[in-house]
């Protein structure tokens, strides 16, 4: 590897922040999206809006800074996973001043704070399996300042027995890997647009995960409706084809009826498109 001056290894730092929070943005004004926050409203949500997700995504730019910033050309060790732990725990409360105490973006920061501090030890470089090798390894590893009391989140994964955001990362993000980088590459070369090959890659990530956010909201009626709903977005062609649009349009309904959100899916989707942009122009995820 290249070593890099330390004002480019600052640049490149500075980087992946910017992309981090331009993800953030990105998946927030995604549309349509179904329950969650988008261009068009508020979707399932009483508390959230989209000038708040985007005020929330630019609060975490100096997290996500300070992250690669620590974690730059450094190894997986303990005494590194417990100042990503912090780093991401002092970006959470950066992100609930900026909203007045509204949960806007927890999961992200798990996710795209690993993934952020990942690329950063590759020295913002390599495909897209090793960064997220990379990240599992980190996330895999003990930090003795994480909290003790239980988030919705784990509730959820306790009461359901399912597998969740601690899981995902520690498996190196298998409905990104396995379905939504997949699924967004096939999506572009069939000729959607880059919104409908973003959404396609949103419904392949709700076919199979169990996402804690619906089923804290709505149960396992409203898990199996939202993957049985993006199943069939994808059956019709995806988001590009009127059969895929209708069937979006219905799952849509069916998930604001049970007033249930993919929260962990749309967390999923920033931290897909941040892989995507920080392997481009190659593409060479495998």
Same mark, same amino acid.
């Given at each position: 590897m290249k070593l890099l001056s330390p004002t480019q290894s600052e640049a490149q730092a500075s980087q992946?922040?910017?992309?981090?929070?331009?993800?953030?943005?990105?998946?927030? @004004?995604?549309?349509?999206?179904?329950?969650? $926050?988008?261009? @068009?409203g508020n979707g399932a949500h009483q508390d959230l809006t989209l000038a708040l997700m985007e005020r929330s995504a630019h609060s975490l730019e100096p997290a996500f800074l300070a992250l690669a910033r620590h974690s730059w050309l450094r190894p997986a060790d303990i005494a590194l996973r417990e100042t990503v732990g912090r780093l991401g725990r002092d970006g959470e409360q950066q992100m609930m001043a900026a909203t007045g105490g509204v949960n806007t973006h927890r999961g992200a920061i798990w996710a795209l704070g690993l993934l952020v501090s990942a690329a950063a030890m590759l020295g913002g470089t390599g495909r897209a399996a090793q960064l997220t090798r990379t990240a599992a390894a980190l996330a895999s590893l003990p930090d003795s300042g994480a909290p003790k009391q239980f988030s919705k989140g784990l509730k959820a994964t306790h009461r359901y027995r399912v597998p969740g955001a601690r899981e995902e990362a520690q498996q190196?993000?298998?409905?990104?890997?396995k379905l939504a980088l997949p699924q967004l %590459?096939?999506?572009?070369? $069939?000729?959607?647009?880059?919104?409908?090959?973003?959404?396609?890659?949103l419904m392949a990530i709700m076919t199979s995960l169990s996402d804690t956010c619906v089923l804290s909201r709505a149960g396992m009626t409203g898990l199996?409706? %939202?993957?049985?709903?993006?199943?069939?977005v994808l059956l019709a062609g995806g988001c590009h084809t009127a059969e895929g649009a209708q069937a979006l349009a219905r799952l849509d309904r069916r998930m604001l009826a049970l007033n249930a959100s993919p929260g962990g899916a749309a967390d999923l989707l920033a931290?897909?498109?941040?892989?995507? @942009? $920080?392997?481009s122009p190659e593409h060479s995820y495998f």
């Open positions: 992946l922040a910017t992309i981090a929070r331009d993800c953030l943005i990105d998946e927030a @004004r995604l549309s349509p999206k179904p329950g969650l $926050v988008d261009s @068009r190196a993000f298998p409905h990104i890997m %590459m096939a999506s572009r070369a $069939v000729g959607a647009s880059e919104s409908e090959a973003r959404l396609d890659a199996n409706a %939202m993957q049985q709903g993006a199943r069939a931290a897909t498109l941040f892989i995507d @942009r $920080v392997c």
